[in-house]
């Protein structure tokens, strides 16, 4: 399984064009594809002002049939040319795998989500692979809230992250003290640290459609 995104950050003074087009835009996505396509706005975060187009797909090909879909809608393209004036600079996509978490198609969509990204360090792959599993199943235990490990398909070599989804912002916030009141987290974050580069940062994303 896939997780695939668009992001881009939104230029300043247009915030309520900027919202109705992005409701417009995930709502003719999800009629053009079929796929369960929402939008997310940094919240608390670096980054102020981006807003991320996020669905998961089981295959490439079916992330691949959704894009021809999309080419092919003159109603798409329209919409996407009118909305491209409201965005600080072009769009960029990315692509991740899923490693370790299942996705329970069933659950409600959360308001809130925590993505941690990281970058293997130099000839640490194999670690930060096996390492990243470790992390998102221990932060699961440990929270209770399921966390998924991804690892970047597309961007930069040996990028992954991980990511938690959260009813609100009371959930996010009890978990997020689980995780620092518990010893055992904060002794294995220091023991794997070093699987990964000096660039990790997290974000927090609050979903908009």
Not at 160 to 188: K, Y
Request: net charge negative; hydrophobic share 45%.
């Amino acid at each position: 399984m896939y997780l695939f995104t668009r992001a881009g950050r939104l230029g300043l003074g247009q915030i309520r064009e900027a919202m109705a087009f992005i409701g417009t835009m995930t709502e003719k996505v999800q009629q053009e594809t079929g796929l369960d396509v929402h939008a997310w706005a940094s919240t608390m975060s670096p980054d102020f002002g981006t807003t991320v187009w996020a669905t998961f797909v089981e295959d490439l090909e079916h992330l691949e049939a959704a894009n021809d879909k999309l080419a092919a809608s003159d109603g798409y393209v329209e919409l996407a040319e009118k909305g491209s004036q409201l965005f600080a600079g072009p769009l960029s996509d990315g692509l991740a795998r899923v490693v370790s978490g299942e996705l329970d198609p069933s659950a409600p969509q959360p308001s809130y989500v925590t993505v941690a990204r990281a970058t293997a360090a130099n000839g640490q792959l194999g670690a930060a692979l096996t390492n990243g599993v470790e992390i998102a199943e221990t932060a699961t235990r440990i929270t209770g809230v399921r966390t998924m490990f991804l690892v970047d398909a597309t961007g930069a070599y040996g990028g992954c992250r991980w990511t938690s989804g959260f009813a609100d912002i009371g959930e996010l916030e009890r978990a997020e003290s689980a995780l620092m009141a518990d010893e055992s987290w904060l002794a294995l974050i220091d023991r794997v640290g070093t699987s990964y580069a000096q660039d990790a940062h997290q974000a927090i994303y609050r979903r908009l459609t």
